[in-house]
């Protein structure tokens, strides 16, 4: 749109839609017209950070040139994507650095030797060298074959993929994979069917084996997680976040495939089920007692033949330990961004694999098949006094002080009045904030000590319309189907978590049956740490191409 | 004045004095020191071209084949011929190649002053053969030990005559005879080869290990048998107890004729590695040299408020280079390199305070305000006549002191000329072609193997410099993807399409030009004059214009919008406009750089264009200009909510206070426990007064989340504006060239014409006036003979040689052609000073007409 706005002779040289930056980013301009070819070409090798309406920007890592590498793209291909598409001359510099970091993956590879076992061998001798001298590589090999082959323990392979990506020198993983115990599995595809991007995505990840498969909230990961299980047909280990998400999983399980109730166990706090497919959570599996993991048996206790990670950036850190010593085993892992507020895509990308399939949000949205939502944030004031006890309070109370003014329960009435008779969710963190406006708001409150029994009720009434708001805690972050809430509004928050947002607003992303509109209200307090909290929870959606309005209390309470 | 076209010369001086004005030229041009001063004579000429200091420095610029050929001159006989010279180089077996390339040597040595004496007769200046010649203390590059006669000469007579016998040769009646049929033997090489016949094994064993040198090796007192052989026949001569050598003659006839081992007749050829298309390369060097004038200008502006302090030493600190580096993103050499960049071009400078720091120049205010191809030119130009080197910041000098940028101890003369002549390599290929580094440092290593004082490893100075100009070309987009580029080309003055090898191809075309008499062998101008040295300044300058003109349509054109985007982001999608880039950069944050700047507004970054005196009205129009895309709501309203609140709190200097019509915003502050350090005191309902300083207040404030403004005396809003900090006038540092510059075509003219005349008088044959005189004597003649030839020679118009005494007494000889005589004063053209002088006839000893020729 820039070069056709001023025709000239100059306009040949600066035509691409790409433009390279120096810090390795690109940036892609959306509205060019060559910007969809540019999209696809890149997209292997360049993770989507932004995407916010003008310009999208992606990020070219060491990591994401792994990923190209992994699945079949070679430096020839990225550098030729670059320089077609780029506006301006690539710096000579970068294009090398390129090459030789893909060079990188694949000097070295696991396979299955015959005789020897697991063996690490190479193409270039040097290499393997550098790695064994390595202090941290020594305890994990075992006798050297010849000069290019060596020894692998097996129950090393997680832990020697992890140091070798640490080293600089990814190993490409073709031992392959332990069948494990068949069953059958199949996808009953009743009045419906996958969409073609969940086909994909199934056909991406069966193919490379292992990996990561990326989709918005409410896209349908639980479905690639069917479809890649009746791909499999064998037994299968599920790792959900928790116990609720974990009965929707059975819940989807049971309808959308050929399992039954009985073949189904739920591996959590209160039951310890082991049957052919097993839905475990993560905090089960994290307990400790007296310094040892007592439900670790659960990995053994049957030949699985697929585990799936749901919500795969939540993984705790003990888990990625286990995932070490399943490396024969095939792993699928979901989630709605590979981003990790502690920093460990790197164990993601060694452990449980490469991405596998990757589709940004406003994309599924524009196929219908997530909603479309308009996302506001409601400014309100503090008053007077609420402003002198925020001042005094002290650092650690002062986000539950402006979290839970006064003015924020008058806003939320008022928006429930606006949308009075949709399927409205009034989400927060303090309990009392929440009781406070579940009985302004004449709702029920659905928070950590609602049993579970009552909270399938509550949701079941809120599914089948006979209640129409519901005030939900965090507990109603993850993985809760709630079908037909069309607004959602926002009260308090886990501080700044950029997750939690993005979780919350996939609560009214899901398809509405009349197409309507999705409404997020985020309320927030104005010059507040409040404030600050929410722009960064915002920036993750705002990259994604949710654009927030701003709208100031006075307005929304005026009409109300 | 032709010489004597019958004698051959009998001293370098009367071998000067045979050549032409052209040929002379290019001597001077060569070795320049000899000019400087301008010698009066040839005869001290010749001598000056005889200093030790002087014929090393032309040794060291000689490329590797010249230096084999003086090398081998070194070990032949005094005077040698061509042939055997050729025999030396080329073997016995002969040599095409070293054939070819030999006259041009001895033409290069002949032009250098360090070869005269017709083909028959070659003489290498005696300094230069005691430099190279081999001698205990300085073995000869050849391998090659002293001659039979050098060996012999402290012998006793009654053992040399039992080598001669013993080698089979009648006696005779002295050392001398007997040294000289050794000799004779040991060069015939069918005689010497049915003398070595009969050597045992083990003896021609030795002399294998002994013939490429070191030609010394050691014998115990009682040698075995096959060492006896040979030093009884002379094979091996003694030189000191326990020590014996291999001579001289002996190892040529063992190495057939070669006093090398290998010769190198050819240059190496500069291979490329790769080939891109030349639009690639330029491109890619515009895209290039657009980023070094945004790197210079982010550093500038990093510095313009006053840059990091100035070391005790000079240069920079350690901390305040990584400091650049990281807020450059480069990496430390990097960010030295820019350093150095600006400060040869004078941008940059110490402003010369009590604590002294670094600073932009007025000059970097003139060069921000060129157009961007202008500007590059400037920095090419400045880098490739820069003789400091970025490369050695971090190592460490002589002292143990490590070498800092913009520090001391960075100089390196030679660095101008590496960098000319690596690029003029680069241009030797043809277009788009990147060279194969290691093949330009092999080319350089031949062309002055001297210098490299490593000759087959990379760390001497040279090598270090030809890569770092490699990269800094690179880095400042003199090259593209490791090839010159078009403007690069311009740069130095290269022809746009220049063939390769133009050093081996001008031996031919230059047979034209002017040879000098009594050389057999022409001496002609066989190095472009570019080949070497740097262009002149005047030159320079129009071809830095040039490249500025060719490097022009390539840079981006700067545009005058940017996108906006709800994420709070405002993407430049090409260089901007300069004042809506400065006017961005003070109202947003950047977060990337490159091609494209990304910038993000903040609450901070937008305060601080308010603060900067913008209205919130001036900022939405502004964006409204300049955003070709609605302004994004979230960007509106955060502009619009920070505005709100800027300036609602108010500090005074007037020991600093806090206003505000918001009591209870007051009440706040007063209430906040972070206050305590401000030591706040309510003094209206409005107003608080402070002990502390206002800025400290400001800070507190605004650390408390407030934006409060800063007031004046008379309850404005100071407005607070960047203010540059530049240095005084400052000029950039003056290149330190290796000796003297290259004289150009005046002074050349001149100082010859002066060194000519001077030579004229000392040997002009002259007839005199009055009584003869004897050769050299100063004439001497009457005052009245004196005003009388004076008078006749200013009607005639000719010259006459004069003795004069000077106000101090010296008498001199100086030929003048007399303009005017009068009032006791001869005003006249001065031959030996090339100048018209007034002389006082009373202190004109004697005149002399000077002899018909």
Redesign the interface.
């Known amino acids: 749109?820039?070069g056709q706005?001023q025709p000239s002779e100059?306009q040949p040289?600066?035509n691409g839609p790409l433009?390279?930056?120096?810090?390795k980013?690109l940036?892609l301009?959306v509205d060019h017209e060559r910007a969809d070819d540019c999209r696809r070409a890149i997209a292997p090798f360049a993770e989507l950070e932004?995407a916010?309406?003008?310009?999208h920007?992606y990020r070219v890592t060491p990591l994401g040139l792994w990923n190209a590498r992994a699945a079949g793209h070679d430096a020839e291909q990225v550098v030729d994507a670059l320089v077609q598409y780029?506006?301006?001359?690539?710096?000579?510099a970068l294009l090398v650095d390129i090459a030789e970091t893909m060079d990188r993956y694949g000097r070295l590879t696991l396979t299955k030797h015959p005789a020897h076992g697991l063996v690490l061998s190479t193409t270039d001798r040097p290499v393997l060298e550098e790695v064994l001298k390595s202090r941290r590589i020594a305890p994990l090999v075992g006798a050297r074959i010849d000069a290019d082959t060596v020894v692998v323990h097996p129950s090393e392979r997680g832990q020697i993929k992890q140091t070798l990506l640490k080293l600089g020198w990814p190993a490409e993983d073709l031992a392959g994979y332990v069948d494990g115990e068949a069953h059958p599995i199949e996808l009953l595809e009743e009045g419906w069917a996958l969409r073609p991007y969940q086909k994909q995505a199934v056909e991406n990840f069966w193919h490379g084996g292992s990996g990561v498969v990326v989709l918005p909230c409410g896209a349908g990961k639980t479905l690639v997680g069917a479809g890649s299980m009746a791909q499999a047909k064998s037994t299968t280990l599920i790792l959900v976040t928790n116990t609720v998400s974990a009965r929707q999983w059975k819940h989807e399980l049971v309808k959308r495939t050929s399992l039954t109730e009985d073949e189904i166990g739920e591996y959590s706090g209160t039951r310890k089920e082991i049957r052919p497919v097993t839905i475990a959570t993560y905090q089960v599996l994290t307990t400790r007692r007296k310094g040892v993991y007592p439900h670790l048996e659960l990995f053994d206790s049957r030949d699985w033949g697929l585990i799936v990670y749901d919500e795969v950036h939540l993984l705790p850190a003990p888990v990625f330990k286990f995932t070490a010593d399943l490396q024969a085993r095939r792993r699928l892992g979901l989630t709605a961004t590979l981003v990790r507020e502690d920093g460990r895509e790197s164990d993601v990308f060694s452990l449980i694999g490469p991405k596998r399939f990757d589709a940004p949000w406003k994309e599924i949205e524009a196929q219908g098949y997530i909603a479309p939502a308009d996302c506001v944030?409601v400014?309100v004031n503090l008053t007077?006094s609420e402003?002198?006890a925020y001042?005094?309070a002290e650092t650690e109370e002062k986000y539950r002080f402006c979290a839970t003014t006064d003015t924020k329960r008058k806003v939320t009435q008022a928006l429930v009045r606006r949308f009075a008779g949709q399927q409205i969710l009034v989400i927060g963190q303090y309990i009392d904030q929440l009781d406070e406006l579940g009985e302004h708001l004449n709702a029920p409150v659905i928070k950590g000590e609602t049993s579970n029994a009552q909270r399938e009720k509550l949701f079941d009434a809120f599914r089948e319309g006979e209640i129409s708001v519901l005030v939900v805690s965090k507990v109603a972050n993850f993985s809760i189907d709630l079908p037909e809430a069309t607004v959602a509004i926002q009260v308090s928050g886990t501080f700044g978590s950029r997750q939690e947002e993005a979780q919350r607003l996939g609560r009214v992303l899901r398809p509405k049956a009349d197409g309507h509109q999705a409404h997020f209200y985020s309320v927030v307090a104005?010059?507040t740490i409040d404030q600050d909290f929410a722009a960064h929870r915002q920036?993750f959606l705002?990259?994604q191409g949710y654009?927030?309005?701003?709208v100031d209390a006075d307005e929304i309470l005026a009409e109300g | 004045m032709s010489p004597e076209a019958h004698s051959a010369p009998r001293s370098l001086a009367e071998a000067l004095r045979a050549r032409d004005d052209a040929s002379l030229a290019a001597l001077l041009r060569s070795r320049p020191d000899l000019i400087t001063p301008v010698p009066t004579d040839l005869t001290q000429l010749a001598t000056r071209a005889g200093t030790r200091a002087s014929v090393l420095r032309a040794l060291e610029r000689l490329d590797r084949f010249a230096l084999q050929t003086a090398e081998a001159l070194a070990v032949a006989p005094d005077p040698a011929s061509y042939d055997t010279l050729l025999g030396l180089m080329a073997g016995d077996a002969g040599d095409e190649t070293v054939a070819g390339a030999l006259p041009h040597a001895v033409a290069t040595l002949r032009e250098q002053a360090l070869l005269w004496g017709a083909d028959d007769r070659l003489r290498l200046v005696r300094t230069a053969r005691e430099l190279l010649a081999p001698s205990a203390q300085h073995p000869s590059p050849t391998g090659l030990g002293p001659s039979v006669q050098e060996a012999t000469s402290g012998m006793s007579p009654g053992r040399i005559q039992e080598i001669v016998a013993a080698a089979g040769l009648p006696s005779t009646h002295d050392s001398v005879s007997a040294a000289a049929a050794l000799t004779a033997l040991f060069t015939h090489r069918r005689k010497m080869a049915k003398l070595l016949a009969g050597a045992p094994d083990a003896a021609r064993e030795v002399l294998s290990r002994l013939v490429w040198g070191p030609p010394y090796g050691q014998v115990t007192p009682d040698p075995a048998a096959h060492l006896r052989w040979l030093l009884d026949r002379g094979l091996l001569l003694p030189t000191a107890p326990g020590t014996v050598v291999l001579p001289r003659e002996v190892a040529l006839h063992l190495r057939a004729g070669r006093a090398h081992r290998g010769v190198e007749p050819l240059p190496p050829a500069v291979a490329p590695a790769a080939v891109h298309g030349a639009q690639?390369v330029d491109?890619?060097a515009?895209?290039?040299a657009y980023?070094a004038l945004a790197t210079l200008e982010e550093l500038l502006k990093d510095w313009d408020e006053g840059g990091p302090a100035v070391l005790r030493a000079g240069g920079l600190s350690v901390r305040d280079l990584k400091r650049t580096a990281v807020a450059l993103?480069v990496s430390e050499p990097v960010a030295a390199f820019w350093c150095e960049l600006a400060y040869a071009a004078g941008l940059i400078a110490s402003d010369g305070e009590a604590d002294e720091r670094y600073a932009a120049t007025p000059a970097y205010d003139e060069w921000r305000d060129l157009p961007p191809a202008e500007r590059w030119a400037w920095l090419a130009q400045a880098w490739l006549a820069a003789t400091r080197t970025p490369g050695l910041v971090g190592g460490r000098d002589a002292k143990d002191r490590t070498l800092s940028t913009l520090g001391p101890g960075l100089d390196r003369s030679a660095a101008p000329e590496v960098r000319h002549r690596v690029l003029s390599l680069l241009a030797g290929l043809p277009r788009g072609a990147a060279p194969d580094a290691e093949s330009v440092l092999a080319r350089l290593r031949w062309e002055r193997p001297l210098r490299g004082a490593n000759p087959d490893g990379g760390d001497d100075l040279r090598s270090r410099l030809a890569r770092w100009t490699l990269s800094e070309a690179?880095l400042l987009g003199v090259t593209?993807?490791?090839a010159l580029s078009a403007h690069g080309r311009a740069l130095f003055g290269a022809p746009a399409a220049e063939s390769a090898g133009s050093g081996a191809s001008a031996a031919a075309s230059g047979a034209a030009e002017p040879v000098g008499p009594g050389d057999k062998l022409p001496v002609h101008h066989h190095r472009p004059a570019d080949r070497l040295a740097p262009l002149p300044p005047a030159e320079q300058a129009v071809a830095t214009a040039a490249a500025a003109r060719l490097l022009a349509p390539l840079l981006?054109?700067p545009?005058d919008?940017v996108?906006l985007?709800?994420?709070?982001?405002a993407?430049a999608?090409?260089p901007l406009q300069r004042p809506l880039a400065d006017m961005l950069g003070v109202l947003a944050d950047v977060e990337?750089?490159?091609?494209?700047t990304?910038y993000r507004f903040t609450p901070a970054s937008v305060r601080r264009a308010l603060d900067a005196g913008r209205a919130a009205s001036d900022l939405h129009a502004f964006l409204t200009e300049h955003s070709?895309?609605p302004v994004?709501?979230?960007l509106a309203?955060l502009i619009d909510?920070v505005a709100r609140?800027h300036g609602h709190l108010r500090v005074g200097a007037a020991s600093a206070y806090v206003r505000c019509d918001d009591d209870?915003?007051l009440?706040?502050?007063l209430?906040?426990?972070r206050a305590a350090g401000l030591r706040l005191r309510r003094l209206a309902p409005t107003v608080l007064a402070a002990q502390t300083d206002p800025a400290t207040l400001l800070e507190g404030l605004r650390g408390m989340?407030f934006a409060p403004a800063a007031e004046s005396a008379e309850g404005d809003v100071l407005i607070t504006r960047a203010h540059a900090h530049r240095t005084p006038p400052r000029t950039a540092p003056e290149p330190v060239p290796d000796g003297p510059p290259p004289p150009d075509a005046t002074l050349l003219a001149a100082a010859i014409r002066a060194i000519r005349a001077g030579d004229l008088a000392a040997t002009a044959p002259r007839k005199t006036v009055g009584e003869p005189l004897a050769g050299g004597e100063l004439p001497r003649t009457s005052s009245a003979e004196t005003l009388a030839t004076m008078q006749a020679a200013v009607l005639t118009g000719e010259a006459v040689w004069i003795g004069y005494v000077n106000a101090d007494g010296a008498a001199s000889q100086r030929v003048i052609a007399p303009i005017r005589v009068e009032g006791g004063f001869v005003t006249a053209y001065d031959h030996t000073a090339d100048e018209v002088r007034t002389f006082p006839l009373h202190r004109i000893t004697g005149v002399a007409e000077l002899a018909e020729e």
């Open positions: 749109m820039f706005a100059r040289r600066v433009i390279v930056q120096s810090d980013t940036l301009e932004r916010p309406e003008h310009i920007t780029s506006r301006y001359p690539v710096p000579h944030e400014r007077d402003r002198l001042a005094t104005r010059d920036r705002a990259e654009a927030y309005r701003i | 690639v491109a890619t515009a895209g290039q980023t993103d690179e593209g993807r490791g981006p054109e545009l919008h996108l985007q709800a994420d709070l982001t993407v999608p090409g990337s750089k490159g091609g494209a990304v070709r895309t994004p709501q979230p309203y909510d609140r209870a915003l009440n706040e502050i209430a906040d426990k989340g």
